[in-house]
């Protein structure tokens, strides 16, 4: 993104533009941008050839889903829903892993009808109805058991997911009998050790800590595990002031660890491929002057973009018209929605804005609108990408009949 004689564009296209053409709220993609971002990744991975398994949860958009299929690259799902949207996507059955703490007995049984590539599990009552539903369906199911290694990730707690006291995986006593458990089963083959310690690390630390407790594990369960899945969670720069995550360091500690382990690597990332990507453009309906600070109220709210509200995430805001002039006050960006909460972001010496203006939200490619809801029966927003200079709408601003 970049200002063309002072108008805000994406890949040469005026932001105010498109939102006059689609309407506001209004998520906008770029392909150029995600293609980067693919090609990005698979670089800081040289020499390690990795799995890459598209973390469906942070964006599920099916044209979003097809556009990353094309680079060769799997799915990590959630939920039956998602495993629909992948394998409707294009996304081949041998390249979908299914995570999360609460499959049901139908999402498990679809999964292992649609031979997935693995089933992550996640507890001992998972793994017996797996193994359950292997034997009534007379197959043998390829999983893998999700280790919590107790790692801090240094990163929000409420995406923090590889401490002990979070929900995921099992402790290393656990996942030890849980192995000696499958090797007695007929129908059930262990494939891989998983494990994921949360979401947007900037740090290699947690990830250097991790792998020493995977190896740590793997050789007292004296088993050869033909994948290890290291998740996602690489981060972005949110704030251009936030550091970057090294991921040289983080390739090397993978190489080192694969010197002693040799299984294939599996990466399940989500922000780091498409957070980039994507933009929430917004219009000002109103501006509220008080004493001490300056709301600017957009049409956005919290339900069309919740990372603010949930997390207290900060996305940078910038106006699509740009000028010297500054507002004195504080400025806060917030939406209609009748909550405190429902904010977007603070900034001293914004540029001057008027009502009917148009602001862009930065960064909401990853769990934007994978997040949105009808919260006050509002209608959710149109997606496009722009690919080639082409824009194509990838799904329809929601009518207000069709949620009344």
């Known amino acids: 993104m970049k200002y063309i004689n002072k108008k805000l564009t994406i890949d040469g296209i005026s932001l105010n533009v498109l939102a006059k053409k689609y309407g506001t709220p209004l998520y906008c993609?770029?392909?150029?941008?995600?293609?980067?971002?693919?090609?990005?990744?698979?670089n800081n991975f040289k020499g390690i050839n990795p799995l890459i398994c598209f973390s469906v949860k942070s964006n599920s958009n099916k044209k979003i889903l097809n556009e990353i299929r094309k680079f060769n690259i799997g799915a990590d799902v959630v939920s039956k829903g998602e495993l629909i949207k992948a394998l409707k996507s294009g996304i081949k059955s041998d390249k979908i892993v299914f995570s999360g703490v609460g499959k049901t007995f139908a999402e498990l049984k679809y999964a292992i009808e649609k031979k997935i590539l693995l089933i992550n599990v996640e507890s001992e009552s998972e793994l017996i109805l797996i193994d359950k539903i292997a034997k009534l369906k007379k197959k043998v199911v390829n999983v893998g058991i999700r280790l919590n290694p107790d790692t801090d990730a240094k990163t929000i707690k409420k995406i923090s997911t590889g401490n002990i006291e979070n929900k995921f995986g099992v402790n290393e006593r656990e996942f030890l009998r849980l192995i000696k458990f499958s090797k007695l089963s007929k129908n059930l083959n262990v494939k891989c050790l998983s494990v994921h310690i949360g979401s947007q690390i900037l740090d290699y630390r947690p990830y250097k800590k991790m792998l020493s407790v995977v190896s740590q594990v793997i050789k007292k369960s004296n088993y050869k595990f033909d994948f290890i899945d290291l998740g996602g969670g690489m981060g972005i720069q949110y704030e251009k002031k936030s550091k970057k995550l090294n991921y040289k360091i983080y390739n090397n500690l993978i190489k080192k660890f694969l010197k002693t382990h040799s299984s294939k690597i599996?990466?399940?990332?989500?922000?780091?491929?498409i957070g980039s990507t994507g933009v929430l453009i917004s219009k000002i309906t109103y501006i509220k002057k008080t004493k001490n600070k300056i709301f600017?109220?957009?049409?956005?709210?919290?339900n069309d973009f919740l990372r603010p509200a949930l997390y207290g995430a900060k996305h940078e805001i910038l106006a699509?018209?740009?000028?010297k002039k500054k507002i004195i006050k504080t400025t806060e960006f917030v939406g209609p929605i009748c909550e405190t909460t429902d904010t977007f972001l603070k900034l001293d010496n914004f540029q001057t804005v008027k009502e009917g203006d148009n602001i862009v939200i930065l960064n909401t490619g990853a769990y934007g609108m994978?997040?949105?809801?009808?919260?006050?029966?509002?209608?959710?927003?149109?997606?496009?990408?722009?690919?080639n200079k082409k824009i194509s709408v990838i799904l329809k601003r929601q009518k207000l009949s069709e949620i009344i």
């Open 296 to 302: 600017v109220i957009l049409d956005s709210a919290m």
């Open 370 to 387: 994978s997040l949105s809801s009808n919260y006050n029966v509002r209608p959710m927003p149109t997606e496009i990408l722009i690919k």
């Open 29 to 42: 993609y770029s392909y150029n941008e995600l293609k980067r971002n693919i090609i990005n990744f698979k």
């Open 320 to 323: 699509t018209i740009k000028n």
């Open 266 to 273: 599996i990466f399940e990332p989500g922000r780091s491929i």
